[in-house]
């Protein structure tokens, strides 16, 4: 997470525009399209899943015209920052670290439970670990298991795919992405579940304020009517509602 937010603040100088000034008639949403459920590449090659749902409805609400882009998780935020597009809809949790880079808009989940997968029940503690880099997840294997190696990955893909071929004992990721690997038969669940974070919200940049204002009333117009806790259930099963 640490070179990811660094990275950020380098190019923090050359994204001061404005959103009104730089976008005022579309508003690039950026995903990474990569972690199902919550965002991925339909067999068409569209952004599909909660967020895409999400996404949608929210620009529809705030009187926004929309369009999706897709950019690799490890440097997400450093484009935003850069005016690549105006907004991330990644399934980013809140965080102090990210906040200091970038500003959040109310949180549109709840803290998801994060949970281990291995191919075996066992003793993690000082078990090589995979998760993505630059997530809550890695930040959590690096500050609150000392014992443990920590294996970062550019997709959430790799990490199950070295713990499969042994390379690492565990995955750690949000529940919601990994149920659907466990339904396949071959790992399991270890440990108990572990709430990191505070939400997931939009990234949006601090010199965007109008925008996140904006984004802000609709999320809120979506809890009010219960709208989202009806794409919550659709997509997240099991995830908890506002």
């Not at 880099?133 to 500050?143: K, W």
């Not at 550019?154 to 565990?170: F, H």
């Not at 149920?179 to 572990?194: K, S, W």
Request: a negative charge; hydrophobic letters at 45%.
């Amino acid at each position: 997470m640490k070179s990811l937010i660094l990275a950020a603040g380098a190019f923090a100088l050359s994204g001061t525009m404005a959103f009104a000034e730089a976008h005022a008639e579309t508003v690039r949403l950026g995903t990474e399209g990569a972690y199902p459920p919550y965002n991925f590449l339909n067999d068409a090659g569209e952004v599909d899943g909660f967020e895409r749902a999400l996404g949608d409805e929210l620009c529809a609400r705030a009187e926004l015209t929309c369009e999706w882009v897709t950019n690799d998780w490890d440097s997400i935020i450093p484009n935003l920052v850069s005016g690549n597009y105006d907004v991330i809809i990644a399934g980013m949790s809140i965080t102090d670290e990210r906040d200091e880079v970038i500003d959040f808009s109310d949180p549109y989940t709840q803290p998801d439970p994060s949970a281990f997968v291995a191919m075996a029940e066992g003793d993690l503690s000082s078990g090589v670990i995979a998760a993505q880099a630059g997530t809550i997840q890695a930040s959590y294997v690096a500050t609150e298991m000392p014992d443990a190696t920590l294996l970062e990955f550019a997709t959430p893909e790799e990490t199950v795919a070295a713990m499969r071929n042994g390379e690492a004992d565990a995955v750690i990721a949000d529940k919601a992405f990994l149920e659907p690997v466990v339904a396949e038969g071959d790992v399991m669940f270890v440990g108990e579940d572990i709430l990191i974070g505070g939400g997931i919200g939009l990234g949006i940049r601090e010199s965007d304020g109008e925008l996140k204002a904006k984004f802000d009333t609709a999320i809120q117009s979506m809890k009010d009517d219960g709208t989202l806790n009806a794409l919550i259930v659709e997509w997240l099963p099991g995830s908890a509602t506002f």
